[in-house]
C-alpha cells in the first residue's frame, strides 16, 4: 500500500479541511479485478459486501467494475439501488428482517434466508420463488470473538444440523433452494479455506435444489507491517479439485460466489486530520500527538485493537524532522480514544516511530477503507460526519461526501 504523496496531501488538506476520508479510485479498481479474477470451476459471481464503505460513489465504482452488491439490511439495498445498481444484482444477507422485504423482492432484489424464522417468513410471501440459505457450518476462522462469525459461539445463519427443518420448510412453502451460503470470517490461509469449502460442499450435497455455493467474505488484507495478505488465486485453486470432486458426485456444477468487503477497500482509503496539540506526560510517561480525528471516524483500534499505518505530513515540507514514539490521541474526551493501542489489545497501549509534529501538520491513518466511515462513532462529542473525496483515475480529487453541517446533525430533534 502507498500513501498519496505529501503534496497531494496538504493540497487535499488545504483544499476540503479535515479529517477527511480520501479513496483511490484506482486502487479500488485494481483490487475489484483481482476479486473478479477469482479462480472458479464453474463460473463466478463476485458480491461487494457494503457494509464495509457504503458510500454511494464507492458502490458505483465498485459496480461499475462488474461486481454484485450483498446487502446487510434493507436499507442498505436501498441505498444501494439509488446508487445506481440493478436490483437484480443485490443480495440481502441480514441479522434483521427487512420492513419492506416484499416490496424489495418484487423490485428483483435476491434474498439469502439467514435464520429458519426468515426462512419461513419468506415463505409465507413469496412461496414457489427463488431463495438462498445462510448456513453456519460449525467452523469459525474469525481472528477474535468480536469478527468470528461461524462456529458455535456465532449467532449468523442456520445451525448445520437444522437441514431438516430447512427442507421441510422449502417443502411446505414449494421455495426453489437454489442457492446456499456460508461465510465464516476473516482469513487468509488457502488450507482454511478449502476446510470451509469442503463442509459447505458436504452441506450443499444435502440441499439437492442448490446451484450456487457463496463462500462469503473475510479475505484479510495487510494494513499494517506484519499482517499477512490473502493471496486470492492460491485460495481460489486450492478450492478447484474440491468443486469438481462434488460434480463427479452429485451431477450437478455449483456456481461459485464469494462477496468480500475488506478486500475491495481496505488499502484504497485513507484519513487525513490534522494535529492539533502535542503533550506529554513527563520523564516516565508518553507523548501524545492529539489529532482532529478518532472514534468519530475510526472505531476500528477500540474495537479490535486494529493497527493502522500513520505518517506525519510536516506542514513546512520539512523532511529532516526527528523520529521518536508518540501515541496519537482522537478529539474525543473519551480515554479509550486512542489511534495507537498494542494489537489486538484495545486496551493496551504501543507507541509510533513518527516524525516530530508541529500543529497544522497532515497526520495520515492508511488502510482506511473498510470499516471506518461506515463503522464511526457518528457525531460523538458532537463532532459532524467528515467529508469524503474520491481521487479519480486521473488524479483529481473529487469530493463525494459533503462534511455534515450542525443544521444537519440536529435535523430530527424535537425541542418542543
Ligand atoms: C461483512 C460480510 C462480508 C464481508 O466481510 P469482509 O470481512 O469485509 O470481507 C461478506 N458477507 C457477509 C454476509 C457479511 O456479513
Redesign the pocket.
Known amino acids: 500500500m502507498t500513501f498519496p504523496t505529501q503534496d497531494q496531501i496538504r493540497a487535499l488538506q488545504a483544499e476540503f479541511g479535515t479529517p477527511l476520508y480520501v479513496y483511490d479510485q484506482s486502487s479500488l479498481e485494481r483490487a475489484a479485478g483481482e476479486v473478479l479474477g477469482f479462480p472458479n470451476a464453474y463460473g463466478l459471481t463476485a458480491r461487494y459486501?457494503m457494509?464495509?464503505l457504503s458510500t454511494g460513489a464507492i458502490i458505483r465504482v465498485l459496480a461499475q467494475a462488474g461486481l454484485h452488491i450483498?446487502a446487510?439490511s434493507g436499507y442498505e439495498a436501498e441505498r444501494a439501488i439509488r446508487a445506481g445498481v440493478a436490483p437484480e444484482r443485490i443480495q440481502i444477507?441480514a441479522q434483521q428482517l427487512p420492513a419492506d422485504l416484499k416490496g424489495l423482492v418484487e423490485r428483483g432484489v435476491g434474498f439469502n434466508a439467514c435464520s429458519l424464522r426468515q426462512l419461513q417468513a419468506f415463505g409465507q410471501i413469496f412461496p414457489g420463488r427463488e431463495i438462498s440459505v445462510?448456513i453456519n457450518p460449525g467452523l469459525g476462522s474469525g481472528h477474535n470473538n468480536r469478527t468470528n462469525?461461524g462456529g458455535p459461539s456465532s449467532s449468523?445463519g442456520i445451525w448445520h444440523e437444522h437441514l431438516d427443518e430447512v427442507l421441510a420448510l422449502q417443502r411446505e412453502f414449494d421455495l426453489r433452494l437454489t442457492g446456499m451460503?456460508t461465510?465464516i470470517?476473516?482469513g487468509s490461509d488457502p488450507v482454511v479455506w478449502e476446510r470451509c469449502a469442503r463442509m459447505s460442499l458436504d452441506i450443499a450435497a444435502q440441499l439437492p435444489g442448490v446451484q450456487r455455493l457463496s463462500l462469503?467474505?473475510?479475505?484479510k488484507v495487510a494494513r499494517a507491517e506484519g499482517e499477512t495478505p490473502t493471496d486470492l488465486q492460491a485460495i481460489g485453486r486450492a478450492l478447484l479439485p474440491d468443486f469438481e470432486a462434488f460434480t463427479d458426485a452429485h451431477g450437478r456444477e455449483l456456481h461459485l460466489e464469494i462477496?468480500?468487503?475488506?478486500?475491495l477497500v481496505a488499502n484504497a482509503g485513507w484519513i487525513v486530520a490534522s494535529v492539533i496539540d502535542v503533550v506529554d506526560t513527563g520523564a516516565n510517561g508518553y507523548r501524545f500527538i492529539k489529532t482532529d480525528t478518532g472514534m468519530t471516524e475510526l472505531l476500528r483500534p477500540n474495537l479490535y485493537g486494529a493497527q493502522h499505518p500513520i505518517e506525519i505530513v510536516p506542514a513546512d515540507g520539512d523532511e529532516n524532522r526527528e523520529i521518536s514514539d508518540y501515541l496519537v490521541a482522537g478529539h474525543c474526551c473519551e480515554s479509550g480514544d486512542v489511534i495507537t493501542p498494542r494489537p489486538g489489545d484495545p486496551e493496551g497501549l504501543l507507541p509510533r516511530e513518527l516524525a516530530a509534529p508541529q500543529v497544522g501538520d497532515a497526520l495520515v491513518i492508511g488502510g482506511a477503507g473498510?470499516?471506518c466511515s461506515s463503522l464511526a462513532g457518528k457525531n460523538y462529542n458532537s463532532f459532524p460526519e467528515a467529508a469524503e473525496v474520491l481521487i479519480s483515475r486521473d488524479g483529481t480529487p473529487r469530493l463525494v461526501r459533503r462534511r455534515q453541517t450542525l443544521d444537519q446533525m440536529l435535523a430530527n430533534e424535537v425541542l418542543d
Open positions: 459486501a457494509k464495509a450483498d446487510s444477507t445462510r462469525v449468523f451460503h461465510h470470517g476473516s462469503g467474505g473475510g479475505f462477496e468480500p468487503g475488506t478486500y473498510a470499516y
